[in-house]
Every structure is written in C-alpha cells, then in structure tokens.
C-alpha cells in the first residue's frame, strides 16, 4: 500500500512537472517579481498543481469504491441511503487530505493576485505624474543648426508600404524562393553606410517548407534603398538559423530566454550591421516607476541570427551600427506623458496649461549616421495647428523639441493632394526636412496602385505654399519659386560641378513610373543619374555621345542638375 502511495506522489510530481515546463516553453515569462507575465505563470502553475492533484485524489478515491466490498445502507432513521461505514470514513480521509492543497493553493493565488492589484496601484499616473513626465527629456533645439540641408537624391522617397510592395516583388522574380519562404513584414528603418535603408529578412511559407529547409536555415535578407528604391536580395554564406519563423530552441524568442531567463524583453527587430551581417536586436525592459510601470529600455541583447551567439549590452554601451533600440511606440507614449503631465495630474485634466501632445503619426529621419523619430506637438485643445515638433533618437533617446508653429501633418497631406486633386493621388505621411532653413514637409503623392506618381514639399508654417512636381528637383523648384526663393544660389550649397565627357555605357530604369538614366563617362567610374524629363535627347544617348552637364557629386549615383549640350555619336541621327 505504501509502495502504491508513493508511486502516485512520483507520478503527480512528473506531470505537474511535464505540465509546467510546456506551459514555461510556449508562454516564455521571465523569471522576475518585475514581470506581469511571471506572475500570471505563477498562478497558472499552482492551478495547473492543484488540477493533477485533484484528480489523482479522485482516481484513487474511485479505484477505492470499485475494488472494495462497499455496500449501500439505508438509515434506519432517515431513511436515506449512504456509505457502510468502513468507506464514509476512507471517503472523509480522502476529502481531509483533498481539501488542505486546495486550502493553501487558493490561498497562495489569492496573494498573487493582491500583489498584482498593489504593484500596479503604486504605479499609476495620479501619485507619480512628475516621474511620468521626466521618463524623457527634452531640449529645445536649433532647427537650421541642429538639421543639414541634404540634396535631393538624398531623400528618401520609400514608406513602409512601398518598402513592402518592392520586396514582394524581388521575392517574386526568385522562382525557387518564393515557393519556399515569404517576407517578414518588418522593414525596419536603418542606415547602412551613410544611407537610409529598410531591411526585412524572409521566413518559412509553412511548417512544410521550414522541414525541408531548417537545416540550411533562411538564405537571403532583403535591403531596399529608400532614395534610389533599389531592392536587393542579400545572399548569405551561411543561412539565418535564427528567427521568429524557427520551430523549437532555434526560435529567437525561445533562444534569447533560455540564454537570459530573468531578463524582460520588448520584441525583437531586425538590423544589419556595417558589413551586412544579419542581428536580431532585443531591448531588455526596465520599469522606472512603482513596481511593473513606467516602461524604458535598459539594454540590449544582440543575436547572430547565422550561429545565435549573443551578447547583453547597457544602452549606453551599443554598438553604433544599432539604429532602433527604443520602440517607436514606446517613444510616442513617453513624449504624450511629457506633454501631459507638464504641470501635474490635476492641470492635465483641469485647466490644461501649457497641456500638449504628439500629432497622429510619426516619420525616421537619418541624421549622423542615425535615426530619428519625427513627429509634430500639438496643443490638446488645437487639432490643426502644431506648436513645434520633436526629433527622439531611437538609439541614445536623446530629445530636442522645435518651436516652430505650423499646420499639421494632416493639414499638409491634405494641402498636398489638393494641390493635384483631378489626378486623385493620396498623400504618404510626410518627412521634416531643411529646405533653405526653412522646416518643410516632404510628401510622395501615390495612385491607386500605390506607386509614387509625383512630389511634393509643403511649407511647415505656410502650409498652402505646396511645390509639386514629377520629380523631386522639380517639386523643390516649384516650392522654392513659391517661397519667392529663385534668385537665391543654391549650388555651392549642393555642391554642383560641371562635367564633360563621352558615354562609355548607358541603361535606362524605370523608378515609380518615371524613367531615369545611369550613365558612366570614359576614363570614370562615377555613375551619373538624369530623369528623362531633363532633356528630350535623353532618350536617343548611346554609347560614344558627347555631354556636358552640371551635377551634384555628394552621394551615389550622382544627380544630374542640368543638361547643357549633347553630341550625339558618330553614326546616329543629330
């Protein structure tokens, strides 16, 4: 009997064991009184105890009633029907040690749960608004100094939706990829060698396919240029063995647990370093209010997504080449905190002085080798005037606030697209950028197909000042004309040369609906680029035709700023 005792407590014990690991290996808390998610494992873990004790008590009470002599009796008295004796009293034994588990057990969740209930009440916003308001910084910034005026074929014209669009369509020209993987829907926003890229990696179609290609892992990570729109698909050595679509201990969130199970994490993304190889970045959560509230960054760990090592880094200590640590929303909701609680709880909701929040939408901006967010401030009782708007750096958090009043960024979208309304084209959210040292939004103006059709650049504090055009040097001519801005030089400013030369090779592309030319010059390797609305000889240039013309040299392919002469070679017509 007592062998038999002991061998349900052991097999009890492994259950309840088995049970738990599966519900810590799908639900992934980590191991931390600062977590929410450990404490709701706690709970389900003392529910999932009590459940395999309950009903191996009841198996064996049954076992009992089938196997023993038990008879029913009726009460002489009473006339009801019950136990014999000998089993009232096994069964009141069983009930004893049945219900001293469930005693405790509820007990315990109980005081989880009123922990839970104290922890969250410590941090609400009413007792700590100031602390709330200080979880970001920010300064007031200079926005001539602070922001360099770029060339044109600098700006990035590529959204996320765009983004999306060119790499679905790369994957699509790989026959024997598309019908194994698709297209992780990150795009996340980095710089790769002083240029602003969006970078996605693929993933499995299905659990089929990721059977037959585990162990290779994922080939290829996708890249798209956002101001040429150029899309490669990278091929890798060694695949990516490393990634949410991963089954088992390979999933990035299963590895980066086991590895660190204490720390919290926010959601991984996806970055490139400086030689193109492939991290999964993990920011590690640190609350700085009451118990679980007040959510920053603390750090970071870094994955190879190729052979999974890692390593943790405090957020002072990233490498460079990192461009997101802070979630973007994460930003958001700090800088709406800031702007509410500028003077307390009470005036936040009384009085309201001095009470201001972002606008609906956000934008990157590359500056330093960095990305910023962007997004405008508004006054909470103003819904179509900004008062200014504000740069966060998602690596350092570093904050500058900009006073400069102006419409919103929905106001410009719609400025934007009635501007060119009998063409129906819809409004991409804008980008800030420099022009002249004036703040001005950057619009892409899109058909119903979602290609960029034209540009547009909207004045920031005027914004009924709009210039449009097919391209983006023609859109910023029309805005500087606007801005009665014509007679100013511009070329030092952009640094425009003049050139002249005979075309060594020519191609044309087709970029959002327009055609452009790349073209090289004998006896140089630079690649020049000229939309084919610049000249009308452009489409008849073949190889040994002479050109002069004017470009800007400060990035790659050079811009074509203006035509001045073509000889068309020996042999074709003039």
């Given at each position: 009997m007592k062998k038999r005792h002991v061998s349900a407590v052991l097999g009890r014990i492994v259950i309840s064991a088995i049970l738990i690991f599966l519900l810590?290996?799908?639900?992934?808390?980590?191991?931390?009184?600062?977590?929410?998610?450990f404490i709701i494992f706690l709970i389900l873990s003392i529910l999932i105890l009590l459940t395999v004790n309950f009903v191996s008590y009841m198996k064996e009470f049954l076992s009992g009633l089938t196997n023993s002599n038990?008879?029913?009796?009726?009460?002489?008295?009473?006339?009801?029907?019950r136990f014999g004796m000998q089993r009232?009293?096994?069964?009141?034994?069983?009930?004893?040690?049945?219900?001293?588990?469930?005693?405790?057990?509820?007990?315990?969740?109980?005081?989880?749960?009123?922990?839970?209930m104290l922890a969250s009440l410590v941090g609400i916003q009413f007792f700590n608004a100031k602390r709330y308001r200080d979880l970001i910084i920010t300064e007031n910034g200079d926005f001539s100094a602070d922001v360099a005026e770029i060339s044109m074929n600098q700006i990035p014209v590529v959204d996320r939706d765009t983004a999306t669009r060119l790499g679905s369509r790369k994957l699509g020209e790989m026959s024997e990829l598309v019908s194994q993987f698709e297209i992780e829907n990150d795009y996340t926003q980095i710089n790769y060698q002083g240029t602003p890229y969006r970078v996605t990696p693929l993933t499995y179609a299905d659990?089929?396919?990721w059977f037959y290609n585990q162990k290779s892992g994922l080939p290829a990570y996708i890249t798209v240029n956002m101001v040429s729109q150029q899309t490669d698909l990278v091929w890798l050595e060694n695949g990516m063995k490393y990634s949410p679509g991963e089954y088992f201990f390979r999933n990035i969130y299963r590895h980066i647990r086991f590895l660190y199970p204490t720390k919290i994490f926010e959601d991984v993304t996806f970055e490139i370093d400086d030689e193109g190889t492939p991290w999964w970045v993990a920011p590690t959560i640190s609350y700085r209010i009451g118990w679980w509230s007040g959510k920053d960054i603390g750090g970071a760990v870094l994955v190879n997504a190729v052979t999974g090592e890692s390593a943790y880094y405090d957020k002072e200590n990233v490498p460079q080449w990192i461009d997101q640590l802070y979630d973007s929303d994460l930003i958001i909701a700090q800088l709406d905190d800031n702007g509410r609680f500028q003077n307390g709880y009470i005036n936040s909701i009384f009085g309201q002085k001095n009470v201001r929040r972002t606008t609906y939408g956000y934008n990157y901006l590359a500056l330093d080798d960095d990305v910023y967010l962007y997004t405008?401030?508004?006054?909470v009782t103003a819904d179509q005037s900004n008062i200014g708007f504000v740069l966060v750096n998602l690596r350092t958090k570093a904050t500058r606030f900009y006073t400069v009043p102006g419409a919103t960024e929905t106001s410009a979208m719609a400025s934007a697209q009635g501007q060119v309304q009998h063409l129906k084209y819809s409004a991409t959210f804008p980008l800030l950028l420099n022009i002249s040292d004036r703040p001005t939004y950057f619009i892409s103006l899109k058909d119903d197909a979602g290609l960029v059709k034209m540009y547009a650049f909207v004045d920031v504090e005027q914004y009924q000042i709009v210039g449009t055009g097919q391209t983006i040097d023609e859109a910023r001519r029309t805005y500087r004309t606007a801005l009665n801005l014509e007679d100013v030089d511009i070329k030092d400013a952009l640094d425009v040369q003049e050139k002249t030369g005979v075309i060594e090779s020519i191609a044309s592309v087709v970029i959002s609906g327009n055609t452009c030319y790349y073209f090289t010059l004998s006896g140089s390797d630079t690649v020049y680029m000229a939309p084919v609305s610049m000249h009308e000889r452009l489409p008849f240039l073949t190889e040994g035709s002479r050109i002069t013309f004017t470009c800007t040299t400060d990035s790659s392919p050079a811009q074509v700023t203006e035509i001045r002469d073509i000889i068309p070679a020996a042999g074709t017509p003039s």
């Open positions: 810590f290996y799908f639900m992934l808390p980590p191991i931390n009184f600062k977590s929410q998610d038990l008879r029913l009796e009726r009460d002489p008295f009473s006339g009801q029907i009232a009293d096994e069964a009141a034994g069983h009930g004893r040690s049945l219900a001293k588990p469930l005693k405790y057990g509820f007990a315990l969740i109980g005081v989880l749960v009123l922990f839970m659990p089929i396919k405008g401030m508004s006054s």
